[in-house]
């Protein structure tokens, strides 16, 4: 069970964060335990789902974050849900936004580009766009015959899976891999390599150039 976040007294060394999601909740319960084991100086102010009843919206409640329900079938167009996401990360003045298995796809307005952040289970570019989530991803690594698949955190823009790649990691594919096993092979990597990202951006390291982020050298923060 994730404990309820306590007052933090380096609070003001920590990042503001609002997370989104749409799943199960297990990468927002990962950078909880994170950060109550000290490794990630962060403070989740709030959380956006996009579905009413998913084990994400537990995982929020236990931990006594204040979470906003926005149903994307509540919205005619991408646009008005886009505004609806906005509005409430507006009262937040979060310094970053976090993607953990958020579904549904936002503008990224210019005020946040470099402040949007997601992680997705393979090797960008491959295997990333519309309709390469969750265990599709999976699906499409082992149909077509990698030897290697991973994930990769990156900053997000207005194209899917396409913004700037901060950092990857790779797992083998096994012979004798099903969806399942390389899933939960590659959801452990996540665990790692996320809040590894969001650590670097916490800490002032990540610096975009172009379409590429250099990671700065810690002495140079």
């Known amino acids: 069970m994730i404990p309820k976040q306590a ?11 609002v997370v989104l999601l749409s799943g199960g909740g297990r990468t ?5 335990r994170c950060r109550e084991a000290g490794t990630l100086p962060i403070e989740v102010v709030r959380v956006i789902s996009t579905r009413k009843q998913i084990r994400g919206n537990d995982v929020a409640r236990d931990a006594g974050i204040p979470l906003s329900l926005i149903p994307r079938r ?10 609806a996401v906005h509005d409430v990360l507006g009262a937040e003045a979060p310094d970053l ?22 992680i997705h289970p393979a090797l960008l570019p491959l295997f990333g766009g519309q309709g390469h989530y969750g265990d599709h991803v999976h699906e499409a690594v082992l149909a ?4 290697v698949s991973g994930c990769t955190a990156h900053f997000v823009n207005n194209e899917y899976d396409a913004g700037p790649i901060i950092a990857q990691r790779c797992v083998p594919v096994l012979e004798d891999d099903d969806v399942d096993s390389l899933a939960a092979r590659v959801f452990a990597c996540e665990c790692e390599l996320y ?6 951006f916490v800490e002032g390291r990540l610096r975009i150039e172009g379409t590429r982020v250099r990671v700065l050298p810690e002495k140079l923060a």
Do not use: C, H, Q, Y
């Open 28 to 32: 927002l319960a990962n950078l909880l």
């Open 7 to 17: 007052n933090n007294r380096d609070s003001a060394r920590s990042a503001r964060l």
């Open 97 to 118: 936004v976090v993607m953990a298995g958020f579904l549904s796809k936002i503008t990224i307005p210019d005020e946040l580009n470099g402040r949007v952040m997601n």
């Open 195 to 200: 809040p590894s990202a969001i650590r670097l």
């Open 144 to 147: 077509a015959g990698m030897k």
């Open 74 to 83: 509540d919205f005619p167009t991408p646009e008005a849900f886009s505004d």
